[in-house]
């Protein structure tokens, strides 16, 4: 999560610069509410679309992949739909608010689901990178 979050603050800064640059070096609030409102939907979206994007294209994030993640569907699907992905990426936002405990409750569950696993019928499997040559 911590590679994801790099990439996408990456992008953040990027849009946080090209707004300013739009601005003539002023910040986004000096826009207007209006812009602050256009400047925060862009930001959600470019959120949203990193991840839904990813998991809806290849299955997994640039960061899910190097540590050998897979995110699939709870049948053995190797790439979810869409609307699974999108799903789990706003249940992911609310696992996160009790503080973080969607997430730890895989700990506890039986399958090693978190919240946002179940209600959008997916799962995160492990494949481990197999050593090549001698």
Do not use: C
Request: hydrophobic share 45%; net charge positive.
């Amino acid at each position: 999560m911590l590679y994801d979050m790099l990439l996408v603050f990456a992008f953040l800064v990027m849009l946080a610069i090209l707004s300013t640059a739009y601005l003539g070096g002023e910040s986004v609030y000096a826009g207007g509410p209006m812009y602050v409102r256009v400047y925060n939907g862009i930001r959600f979206l470019i959120i949203f679309v990193f991840f839904v994007g990813y998991w809806t294209k290849r299955g997994r994030t640039l960061g899910m992949q190097s540590w050998g993640l897979q995110l699939e569907t709870m049948e053995g699907g190797r790439i979810p739909s869409l609307s699974q992905n999108t799903i789990r990426f706003f249940s992911a936002a609310l696992s996160w608010l009790p503080l973080g405990l969607g997430f730890l409750w895989q700990l506890w569950d039986k399958d090693r689901l978190t919240w946002h696993d179940r209600l959008s019928g997916t799962k995160i499997v492990h494949y481990p990178k197999t050593k090549q040559g001698g």
